[in-house]
């Protein structure tokens, strides 16, 4: 890469924030002269999105109305202001908040007129030191309130009681508590019925008739009218909007297949806490079968293998399948005797891809949970109808499938298909040292593994040759000969290049080693593994996602960051210091050493250990 290359791709992220600050000035310029508009400002930890979307609804009967589309980050307030006019009556944004501070900005330049908050619960765990503290971030968006405005609240969440006792303008209260405004008096959602409610306002009671489904979608249906009688709408005039509303993407989203197979998709985030709502829709659907399809629980912290056998054991009382998909996918199953066959685990979404398309039968109900970001289990549908050819596991788009290219691209290297078969089961040992090719990264954390490995050959007496695949070295121990394998592939796509090369030599994972960088793990420490998860580390989910195990065995080399650099990416692709040198040569000897010795017990007990 050239000077001038480099230099652009320095300058582009300046320029963006340079961009987004001078629109910034002029939307907050505009909104003070938008006199006749009414701003309204939907926040919380969940149902955001269809909170605004039949908020949008019921009021663009009353006259032209805006909303934020697609994302509900600063820039997406901004460019709905911008596109505002003296004809536009109502805007309504979605405040999304994804760290301390990150709410200030849009609150100020939008100055709600009404300011709805839905539920406040734990995401963001990396940011957020509790739960309080995001409740004050939300808070935030009562208290940006304009002279006059209104908050609409849950009154059934002690969080947003507590802003709305301390709210200094008019609450309007909805929920099933007594003391609501806008008071639930019961909710029936039992598919293919949608769900029904009916509520009590001023001594009247009103039968509404949405298209959502489950129980807990009454929230936003009450946040919507709350914004109703704020605007000073008849609810007689505002509920039958509602029924012509279908829900968000990827939020308890019906879609109905051709062969009379039905998804259920709510699959665009999947906190631990928001796990309960479609067990319950699925615990009162009426189906031939109902086959739950679970991805990777976002915003968790500690070992992931508790919460996922918790939510088998659920998810195995309301349902005939329970299909788990993703990097910690097999944390969920039981294993040996205590297999259950109704639960399956699929490190590799194609894999779970294929299972469903032999498995699923006219009249099955199937919900897609999961995470968007991570999983992107809208695939699972697509590929039931149609033959897609990206199935990229390491994919981190912010949006569903259906509008990436590479979707259906024939040049995708991720072709449709489950992959091949696993490699006999031979007795040579392999070693691979995880890295990235090029002079570039070799003296960075990522590239460790491949470091070790130069030192094992060297106290070995071996040479490197290259290969299509990479480097291999093969060394005698014990009488034995053990491959040495440094893939030339990137890092997070290790998983082909490993299988195509244990292929070769006519081994299986059992015989081999793999060798990583663990940021986890204190700088210097080393640490053999005999199984497990990847922790986080997009080579090992790579390797492990291609073999659909968790049972390889590896050594790890700890190379945590300081403290206070929380820039991982950054960390793991940059040079060491000198002072890290320094402590990393012994450290890579002691490795080589341990590795060796590891490998003459194995090859000592017959290949096994």
Known sequence: MNFYKRLKLKIKPHRRRLKLKVKYHLARLHRRRLNSTTFVAVSGSSAKTTSAKLTAEILSRFGFCRQTEDFNALDSVVRLLLSADRRTRYCVAELGASGPGTLDLSVRVFEPDIAVITVINREHYGAYRDIEEIAAEKEKVVAGLSPGGIAVLNIDDPLVRAIGERCRHRVIWFGEDEEAALRLVEAR????????????????????????????????????????????????????????????????????????????????????????????FLRNARAARKIAVIGTISDSTGDYGPKYRKLAKAYREVADKVVFVGPHALRGLRKGRNADPRVKGFLHIRNAAEFLRGELKRGDLVLLKGTNKQDHLLRLLIAHKDAIRCWDIQCEAGYFCTRCSKLFDPSCSAVDGPPDSLPSRGTASVVVGLGNPGERFSDTPHNVGHRVLDAVAKALGGA?????????????????????????????????????????????????????????????????????????????????????????????????????????KQHVLAKFSKEQKTTLAPVIETAGDLLMAHLRNRIGSGGQG
């Open 189 to 280: 959602s039992c598919w293919p019925e949608p769900l029904t409610l009916r509520v009590a306002f001023e001594g009247r009671t009103y039968e509404v008739a949405t298209k959502l489904h489950g129980v807990h979608m009454a929230v936003p249906v009450l946040a919507a009218l709350g914004v109703a009688v704020a605007a000073d709408v008849l609810l007689e005039e505002a509920i039958p909007a509602l029924a012509r509303v279908s829900p968000p993407d990827g939020r308890m989203q019906e879609v109905a297949c051709g062969d009379d197979v039905t998804f259920i998709r709510d699959d665009w985030k999947a906190p631990l806490w928001s796990m309960e709502a479609p067990l319950a």
């Open 464 to 568: 490197w040759r290259e290969d299509p695949d990479g480097w291999i070295c093969t060394v005698g121990l014990n009488g034995d000969a053990v491959h040495l394998f440094k893939p030339g592939s990137w890092m997070n796509d290790s998983g082909p290049v490993v299988r195509r090369f244990l292929g070769r030599v006519g081994t299986g994972l059992q015989n081999c080693i793999i060798v990583h960088d663990d940021v986890n793990l204190a700088f210097g420490d080393v640490r053999m593994k005999p199984d497990g998860g990847d922790a986080g580390h997009k080579g090992m989910r790579s390797v492990l996602a291609e073999f659909e195990t968790e049972g390889v065995c590896r050594m790890r080399i700890g190379t945590a960051p300081d403290k206070g650099r929380r820039d991982i």
